[in-house]
Nanobody
């Protein structure tokens, strides 16, 4: 049974930082590219960052230079370090493979106040 469990969200002021974690189980984590996605109220889910099995990374323009995705294959975990947060980063953040293959987890809420 595949499980994707996101954690680390919270309420932070603009300019602050958060580190999100996603623990994956039931998948062959090390052979999958992974992605962090987010969905803001009233908007479609969007890809924020992705990381290949070789740890090559790619970011949405809106977060480039502020967010960093990383992975730990020994822990089947993918991380998203978010710095210089802005109110427009407010969303529920999810992880999944890239491209997404599995049911979405519950996500973790990130709220950035101005």
């Amino acid at each position: 049974q595949v499980q994707l469990v996101e954690s680390g969200g919270g309420l932070v002021q603009a300019g602050g930082s958060l580190r999100l974690s996603c623990a994956a189980s039931g998948i062959r984590f090390s052979i999958n590219s992974m992605g962090w996605y987010r969905q803001a109220p009233g908007k479609q889910r969007e890809l924020v960052a992705r990381i290949t099995i070789y740890s090559s990374t790619n970011y949405a323009d809106s977060v480039k230079g502020r967010f960093t995705i990383s992975r730990d294959n020994a822990r089947n975990t993918v991380y998203l370090q978010m710095n210089s947060l802005k109110p427009e980063d407010t969303a529920v953040y999810y992880c999944n493979t890239f491209p997404e293959k599995y049911l979405w987890g519950q996500g973790t809420q990130v709220t950035v106040s101005s």
